[in-house]
């Protein structure tokens, strides 16, 4: 089991700036992947950005070179920063960790993790 908690969500100004903080505890040494999700109103959820455990990252299109997305091992915990900030932007945001369960020499099968998301709201 892998337990995620989201903080630092919040309201910002339009061109703004936000980390958001994404704590991992539980079988830590499962998780292969890292992520950053968000749904707003109205939409699907959709990846943000991405990073593997060894370290290769991976960006949706709207992203935009805005964001970057990185790892503090030693604390357990992946961060999101988030700058110039568009209206668009506004939708709750998602921690997810994949991982992968071994149930026997060569058996294994992936894990999803998610956290309770933290909302981002973009305006004026």
């Known amino acids: 089991q892998v337990q995620l908690v989201e903080s630092g969500g919040g309201l910002v100004q339009p061109g703004g700036s936000l980390r958001l903080s994404c704590s991992a505890s539980g079988n830590i040494d499962s998780i292969n992947a890292l992520g950053w999700y968000r749904q707003a109103p109205g939409k699907q959820r959709e990846l943000v950005a991405k990073i593997t455990s060894g370290g290769d990252t991976n960006y949706a299109d709207f992203v935009g070179g805005r964001f970057t997305i990185s790892r503090e091992d030693a604390k357990n915990m992946v961060y999101l920063q988030m700058n110039s900030l568009k209206p668009e932007d506004t939708a709750a945001y998602y921690c997810?960790?994949?991982?992968?369960?071994?149930?026997?020499?060569?058996?294994?099968?992936?894990?999803?993790?998610w956290g309770k998301g933290t909302l981002v709201t973009v305006s004026s």
């Open positions: 997810r960790a994949d991982g992968v369960v071994r149930t026997g020499n060569d058996n294994y099968y992936g894990m999803v993790y």
